[in-house]
């Protein structure tokens, strides 16, 4: 075995180490998250002035549980107050952590106030989150791009800095009729600039080979490998890591009844799992842009009613979002 390689070995080993010593993994850890029965937490994410003098109010949330989705409607259980209690929050609630989710516009006098989101989970855990303009809550795009794991937490480039958000158009009407276990095909273009650039997984081996002082090494090792030290390896952002890379992805933002999407979808929550096809997990690769840069989904809903579908374009540091209605009959 050559010393590069013995150095690669040695390098992977005192990750594994590091994960356990530094960051206390252990079963006792794992022992605090569930599968189902939590309770959700809203979040106030941040602000930021909109040219028209008005302010955007950002919020996202937390569901306790990694499978369960979670259905509250506007009203008693889920509202704003003061004012209006519907303010275009989502009534269906993805797994887990779920960042800059949806914006509320308030006045430019709004002043000192706060506006309060109120979420009572079907456990009976009340929680609110406090919207303010308070400086220290003022967001943009390097914040955006740090805090859902595209940058290290203070840290920037020009790339970075100069990094658009993808743009969205759903190319068909915004409202739609279709049958229970009828697939309703969605066609949606999406535009990009290309940043930030996506990294491939064996440019990945060889900064990893280059950062543990093994080099030559990078050569002997297959992309399988990589992923496994990825995974294994400690965090290196004190926030969440992610994958950049241009993705499209359809959710349910409102209704209640189970929906399937062909082809599956890349999450927009933060499952860390390795094979989620999720970002943030290990193992995920962007999915290939089409050509024309039209993405075709088909959505079957089981259950009749009315459902808003949610659409996320996201290049791994910012995103741009639209939405559909969808009236099911039976």
């Given at each position: 075995?050559?010393?590069?390689?013995?150095?690669?070995?040695?390098?992977?080993?005192?990750?594994?180490?590091?994960?356990?010593?530094?960051?206390?993994?252990s079963m006792d850890s794992y022992a605090q998250t569930y599968r189902s029965g939590q309770h959700l937490e809203p979040?106030?994410?941040?602000?930021?002035?909109?040219?028209?003098?008005?302010?955007?109010?950002?919020?996202?949330?937390?569901?306790?549980?990694w499978e369960e989705e979670l259905n509250i409607p506007v009203g008693e259980n889920n509202h704003f107050s003061p004012g209006d209690p519907e303010r275009g929050q989502p009534t269906h609630f993805l797994p887990r952590r779920n960042r800059f989710t949806f914006e509320v516009v308030v006045p430019s006098d709004w002043g000192d106030k706060e506006l309060v989101w109120t979420l009572t989970s079907p456990n009976g855990i009340v929680r609110q989150a406090y919207a303010s303009?308070?400086?220290?809550?003022?967001?943009?795009?390097?914040?955006?791009?740090?805090?859902?794991?595209?940058?290290g937490p203070g840290t920037s480039s020009p790339e970075s800095r100069s990094n658009t958000p993808p743009e969205v158009s759903i190319i068909g009407d915004p409202i739609r009729t279709v049958q229970v276990g009828q697939p309703l095909r969605i066609s949606t273009e999406v535009h990009d600039d290309g940043l930030p650039r996506?990294?491939?997984?064996?440019?990945?081996?060889?900064?990893?080979?280059?950062?543990?002082g093994a080099g030559a090494a990078a050569a002997f090792i297959t992309p399988d490998a990589v992923n496994?030290?990825?995974?294994?390896?400690?965090?290196?952002?004190?926030?969440?890591?992610k994958i950049n890379g241009l993705y499209l992805s359809w959710n349910v933002y409102r209704g209640d009844g189970a929906v399937q999407f062909n082809p599956p979808q890349s999450k927009v929550w933060e499952d860390t799992r390795a094979g989620s096809n999720s970002p943030w997990g290990g193992l995920w690769t962007p999915p290939a842009i089409p050509e024309n840069g039209v993405y075709e989904v088909e959505v079957t809903f089981q259950e009749p009613g009315r459902y808003v579908l949610w659409a996320r374009a996201d290049d791994g540091g910012l995103f741009h979002d639209q939405y559909i209605e969808v009236n099911v009959t039976p």
């Open positions: 075995m050559s010393k590069d390689i013995k150095n690669l070995v040695s390098a992977f080993c005192m990750t594994i180490v590091a994960s356990i010593t530094l960051f206390g993994i979040a106030f994410e941040g602000w930021r002035e909109n040219e028209d003098g008005t302010f955007s109010f950002i919020f996202g949330y937390m569901n306790e549980n303009l308070a400086r220290d809550y003022v967001v943009d795009n390097v914040v955006i791009a740090s805090e859902t794991g595209s940058l996506t990294v491939n997984i064996m440019e990945q081996a060889r900064r990893f080979a280059r950062a543990t496994k030290m990825r995974m294994m390896s400690p965090p290196q952002k004190i926030t969440v890591g």
